[in-house]
């Protein structure tokens, strides 16, 4: 299975991850807190990068290596791709003179959007839940 390092990183991305879309559904609609929110996806950054290099590390195998790889790499790439979306949409109205140029930091942008609102969280979920999973049928054996 995995060590104990391990699921309590995973533990923590998990929970981070949860942090995050409680405050971004609940909270930011009440009670602002914007610059909160940026430390919230900083934590899920930084403990989304500790399990992917942890799961490189102690060579983790099989389905479980593959879901935890999955679960920290979305949660890595979040926040990437939206300040990907984000320098790309500001490239594109720099270059607004330059139709080619223009055009490419367009289609960047909107990619960079489309793997932060849609692969990512779909990944997160889907690893996570792989995760726990194969944590509990490893408890019943």
Known sequence: MIS????????????SAALVVFWMILMSNYIGGGELIVLFWLLTFLLGGALAVMTFRQK????MRRFLLLTGFSAVGFPLFVFAHNMFYALAIVFEDSDVLRTICEVL?????????FACPIGFLVGATGVGVLLLKGKKK
Do not use: H, Q, R
């Open 60 to 63: 983790v195998k099989g389905t």
């Open 4 to 15: 104990k390092s391990i699921a309590a990183v995973f533990v923590s991305v998990v929970v």
């Open 109 to 117: 942008e909107v990619s960079g959007f489309l793997i932060a609102i």
